[in-house]
């Protein structure tokens, strides 16, 4: 198939090199011009994935927006999630008839409270059985380095679910499929919450004790979040929840991890943003996901704890304290 990725980061650029190995044409999208350049002419994005010597062969890449989704059959989204919406509006009249737009993007866009999907199909005008969205336990450098990973398709259309599996399946990438799009959405971008709290303890000295019980209860609230926000509670058991979390909250190759971390080493938001080189996807996230507690009546300890550490900078003390609370309730 022809297959696009729209944005080359670290994510989008080992995306197209799986697609690539799945022996797809893989047509890179970049707004900056040494980027394009490096792929194009030198097979190397130095920029964005130094790791990786040479990309596959059957990758390029481009500047031109109408070019690079010009007879697509999938395209694939990886953009930074806070500015998706903006950058997704020049090819609202590009994108073929019949192409499967997907995203990678992990997050709720902060002034809307939205999920990918749904600013992905508002941006693009899209149909909801040509959207797809993948997540899961898929640390991006890793993958680049080709160990074996999984990931999960979504889609309301399991043909086109399919359809994108089979662009991204490898000898050491598999994909699985589901038709739960909410579910998988609200574990990619909820448990990032979790891994700033758990990056946040490791940062402050704790260890796996305080961790298990962040990512435990986590995993909880983020469950009933989703369940009342009409996913499938078993989505969150599986790769995109139980999987991405444990890769996500156990690696310092994941930004959220590090950004929380240099907050329980006792930098602020401003400094560790500083540190990180930008804001982690976690932070903005954080308080989307108080403000989801509240609009679907469930409790969000976790998320409010968090929101009080980047809105107020109290302790990692205090935060684990706001965690426990002092009340004896049922698991």
Known sequence: ????VLGAGAWGTTFGQVMADAGNDVTMWAIEPEIVEGIRDRHHNAVRLPSVAKLPDNMTATGDRAQAVKDADIIVVAIAAQFARVALAEFKDLI?????VVSLMKGIERNTKKRMDEVVREALDLPAERFAAVSGPNLSKEIADRQPAATVVACENLDNARKVASACTTSYFKAFITSDVIGLEMCGSLKNVVALAVGMARGAGYGENTAAMIETRGLAELTALGKAAGADPKTFAGLAGVGDLTATCGSPLSRNYTFGANLGKGLSVEEATKASNGVAEGVPTTDAVVALGDELDVPTPLAYA????????????????ELLGTEITEE
Do not use: F, H, W, Y
């Open 1 to 4: 198939m022809k297959c696009t």
């Open 96 to 100: 073929p008839d019949a192409a499967v």
């Open 306 to 321: 968090m929101s009080r550490v980047l809105n107020e900078g109290i302790s990692c003390q205090q935060m684990l304290s």
